[in-house]
């Protein structure tokens, strides 16, 4: 009867306004709502993702989160929707990364704890001017614990070792996510029947095409502005599994596989 009696919606609202304030309320409902918005939980992860690459500027990735948080507030939101948000938005993004590669929850747990503490100095501006005064800045502990986390016990795939030879696997959960769009499944498989058509010119058509089709991939999983190396890995990822999932003979999914990586790492293929 009790508990009965506290699960109705009306005393509950007002126990949670006596302990919060109306206003916190309002806030913490918002930011819930917009952590919920796809396109913000795509950039979260993004730049979640991104920040675990050397050299990548967080205060600058933030910002655009921020501008576009912005899209989605009200002008009459309270002041606290949006770091609300920005936080509801940092730890779905971390956590469902370690779901999805199994981490244990204390090290999800500790992650998440040294992403607050890298956005919060991103936003205080200190990253920038770390940037702007030309010192090398070493990875962050979040970059590091997730680095450390992602480093893989085998190959899933075959050339792995070539795609990420630093023992990593940065890309591979968020790239079989992409295996069934739409826009890319067309952008792959056109190169391949471009290659068909046009023996003669079949490789520079079948890197054309791959080489789009991965970067397209890539963009969508990581800020434009990380390192080339690692938008580059990260296009090679999508295209080993692309050609991994292909129903044909293993013959030939290997060599897709092999041509997919040799046109997202610009190399020369056989």
């Known amino acids: 009867m009790r508990a009965a009696f506290w699960n109705q919606p009306a005393v509950a609202a007002r126990f949670a306004a006596r302990r919060y304030g109306d206003d916190e309320l309002s806030a913490l409902g918002r930011a819930r709502a917009l952590a919920?918005?796809?396109?913000?939980?795509?950039?979260?992860?993004?730049l979640a993702l991104s920040a675990a690459h050397a050299g990548f500027d967080l205060a600058a990735g933030l910002g655009r989160l921020r501008a576009l948080l912005g899209k989605y507030l009200a002008y009459d939101d309270p002041t606290a929707t949006r770091p609300l948000a920005e936080r509801l938005l940092g730890e779905w993004a971390v956590s469902q990364v370690g779901h999805a590669y199994g981490w244990p929850y204390e090290d999800v747990a500790r992650l998440h704890a040294l992403w607050v503490a890298a956005v919060a100095q991103a936003g205080d501006g200190l990253l920038s001017a770390i940037t702007i005064a030309g010192a090398a800045e070493p990875p962050s502990p979040y970059a590091q614990q997730y680095r450390q986390l992602a480093r893989r016990g085998h190959d899933p795939f075959p050339l792995c070792s070539r795609v990420c030879p630093d023992g990593l696997c940065l890309y591979r959960y968020q790239?079989?996510?992409?295996?069934?769009?739409?826009?890319?499944?067309?952008?792959?498989?056109?190169g391949r029947a471009q290659a068909q058509r046009s023996p003669a010119t079949a490789h520079a058509a079948w890197a054309t095409e791959l080489r789009h089709a991965g970067r397209d991939a890539a963009h969508l999983?990581?800020?434009?502005?990380?390192?080339?190396?690692?938008r580059q890995r990260a296009a090679a990822c999508f295209l080993v599994q692309k050609g991994d999932a292909l129903p044909t003979s293993r013959r030939v999914r290997q060599r897709e596989m092999k041509r997919g990586v040799n046109a997202a790492l610009e190399e020369d293929s056989p």
């Not at 790239?175 to 056109?190: E, K, P, S, V």
């Open 175 to 190: 790239m079989a996510a992409l295996l069934g769009d739409a826009a890319l499944d067309r952008a792959y498989h056109h």
């Open 36 to 46: 919920a918005a796809p396109e913000l939980r795509a950039a979260a992860a993004r």
């Open 221 to 230: 999983i990581l800020e434009d502005d990380v390192a080339e190396a690692g």
